[in-house]
T-cell receptor, first 115, second 114 residues
């Protein structure tokens, strides 16, 4: 079963606007990661936030993590047409057997940035 | 070298064929992964290799057979696939099975089973 659920499923904005995507998950995690995927291509790792961190920045990206609410958000500031892609959150957590770590993806948000 | 290289990029195979997907990394990563992604869906984990040993098999049908010949290579052998197995197959690697520094993904193999 999927660990993460992104919200919204699709988001359309104008260039220059900010885009916010949210992710909720169900179990305790080791860390949470955000990935970008351009249509039909490989995944690009954007940012990783550990379970003991609350906020992290990387360029135009800002990620927050609230472990008490089991949720995270990704903010992309001053968006560009090139940011158009699907964005996935992924949680790294011990599996149900308790001995292996697994990276499990949410359903993703399709972001469209209109020029 | 900071990449995961997957070959081929595209593959069309019949249901009676045997083919293999190949994944290679030279970052010294000791964990490697196979994911399957259907259109408009998130990637789903298939297999995890840690220090060249299979550590996770997500109940994948035996028509998919992974192999890790050495720490840099990961193969996925395909035999008697079904049309519903058509998907993007992604390979990934991480420094170790803990994934503490994130994962590096390849660009995938687009598989079509006819």
């Amino acid at each position: 079963s999927q660990q993460g659920e992104e919200d919204p499923q699709a988001l359309s904005i104008q260039e220059g606007e900010n885009a916010t995507m949210n992710c909720s998950y169900k179990t305790s995690i080791n860390n949470l990661q955000w990935y970008r995927q351009n249509s039909g291509r490989g995944l690009v790792h954007l940012i990783l936030i550990r379970s003991n961190e609350r906020e992290k920045h990387s360029g135009r990206l800002r990620v927050t993590l609230d472990t008490s609410k089991k949720s995270s958000s990704l903010l992309i500031t001053a968006s560009r047409a090139a940011d158009t892609a699907s964005y996935f959150c992924a949680t790294d957590a011990v599996d149900s057997g308790g001995s292996n770590y697994k990276l499990t993806f949410g359903k993703g948000t399709l972001l469209t940035v209109n020029p | 070298d900071t990449e995961v290289t997957q070959t081929p990029k595209h593959l069309v195979m019949g249901m009676t064929n045997k083919k293999s997907l190949k994944c290679e990394q030279h970052m010294g990563h000791r964990a490697m992964y196979w994911y399957k992604q259907k259109a408009k869906k998130p990637p789903e984990l298939m297999f995890v290799y840690s220090y060249e040993k299979l550590s996770i098999n997500e109940s994948v049908p035996s028509r998919f057979s992974p192999e890790c010949p050495n720490s840099s290579l990961l193969n996925l052998h395909l035999h008697a696939l079904q049309p519903e197995d058509s998907a993007l197959y992604l390979c990934a690697s991480s420094q170790d099975y803990l994934g503490l520094y994130g994962y590096t993904f390849g660009s995938g193999t687009r598989l079509t089973v006819v």
